[in-house]
T-cell receptor, first 117, second 109 residues
């Protein structure tokens, strides 16, 4: 069974631009969560989607948004990029979610490393 | 929000040694997870353990919710255990996981 895939793996953008990252979950998984990892702030939860609906959202500005498609694939978008958005963005999928992120085993993708210059 | 602290921040072991990693949290939790991130950045969900004890091979975890801590035990460590171990907690009013800063483990052959 194929794992979670994320594209692109590496990305370089300049301040003010916008970026879209993609995550394809494991087949049959309906929950997709996104995380940001930086040296300064560590791992932080961004949002979780289940059946095309955003169910949970972390404490990030509105420049960070996402969506989930009917096939459970998810995208996240960051508009008006700032230097501080440079990070490893991880997505994770799980079969179901009772509303709490992590009640079912999450499987992580390899991440997208975003560099903002 | 809930505060999550992990100790020790760094740990260096010889292959075959045992270790205990600790995660303290500031509030009652309804969810506690342990993760391992290998040196190449791949994150693996190890345990979902809001209370009690679970074991998976050489790894086991115990959460004492009433005393607000969780422990991850690694027995007979191997070089492949190297990486960073994170715990993440969710308190009653929030479905958002809060992560600790992690314990960086290096296992030498």
């Amino acid at each position: 069974k194929a794992g979670v895939t994320q594209t692109p793996r590496y990305l370089i953008k300049t301040r003010g631009q916008q970026v879209t990252l993609s995550c394809s979950p494991i087949s049959g998984h309906r929950s997709v969560s996104w995380y940001q990892q930086t040296p300064g702030q560590g791992l932080q939860f961004l949002f979780e989607y289940f059946s095309e609906t955003q169910r949970n959202k972390g404490n990030f500005p509105g420049r960070f948004s996402g969506r989930q498609f009917s096939n459970s694939r998810s995208e996240m978008n960051v508009s008006t990029l700032e230097l501080g958005d440079s990070a490893l963005y991880l997505c994770a999928s799980s079969r179901t979610s009772g509303g709490e992120v992590g009640t079912d085993t999450q499987y992580f993708g390899p991440g997208t490393r975003l560099t903002v210059l | 929000g809930i505060q999550v602290e992990q100790s020790p921040p760094d740990l260096i072991l010889q292959e075959g040694a045992n270790s205990t990693l600790r995660c303290n949290f500031s509030d009652s939790v309804n969810n506690l997870q342990w993760f391992h991130q290998n040196p190449w950045g791949q994150l693996i969900n190890l345990f979902y353990i809001p209370s009690g004890t679970k074991q998976n091979g050489r790894l086991s975890a115990t959460t004492v919710a009433t005393e607000r801590y969780s422990l991850l035990y690694i027995s007979s460590s191997q070089t492949t255990d190297s990486g960073v171990y994170f715990c993440a907690a969710q308190s009653g009013g929030s479905y958002i996981p809060t992560f600790g800063r992690g314990t960086s483990l290096i296992v030498h052959p």
